[in-house]
């Protein structure tokens, strides 16, 4: 007898470009270097740059080069910050009933159900009547006691 199972695994897989990153992101400084001076003996492809003055203020974001000046501290900026700190309410806070929209209370919705009776005249309006078999069938329901008698 054939028995049919499903199963549910999950794998982690690296490319070889992962794995090469990984590696290099544990090397120290040092062995950095000497990887990156073995790859340039290995590959002809490849040179060491030489980085100009010209080129180091090119590729400088300017945060270095930042001395700031008297008064022109960066916690000046923030020296008024209890005037700000409050300035942000919530907007639960600002409605009339003021609660969290996830707060709200939950309504059940309103079910209408069919009583049996309904059920049956639904049955029988399914099926290929004449117009008198159906009143006959209309009233024969309509004349059942709650037990159905």
């Given at each position: ?33 000497q990887?990156?001076?073995d ?30 000046e ?13 005037e ?6 919530p ?14 209370f ?44």
């Amino acid at each position: 007898m054939q028995r049919l199972t499903q199963t549910q695994r999950q794998t982690l897989k690296f490319s070889p470009l992962q794995i090469q990153m990984l590696n290099l992101l544990g090397l120290n400084t040092l062995e950095l270097e000497q990887r990156i001076k073995d790859e340039l003996e290995e590959n002809p492809v490849l040179e060491e740059g030489v980085e100009t003055p010209e080129q180091a203020e090119e590729n400088s974001d300017g945060l270095d080069d930042f001395q700031p000046e008297g008064n022109d501290l960066p916690t000046d900026d923030f020296r008024d910050w209890d005037e700000f700190a409050d300035d942000d309410i919530p907007e639960y806070k600002t409605r009339s009933d003021n609660f969290a929209a996830d707060e709200d209370f939950y309504t059940s919705p309103i079910v209408q159900l069919n009583t049996w009776r309904e059920e049956l005249k639904e049955q029988v309006g399914t099926l290929e009547l004449t117009e008198r078999q159906r009143l006959i069938a209309d009233f024969i329901v309509d004349s059942l006691d709650d037990d159905a008698f």
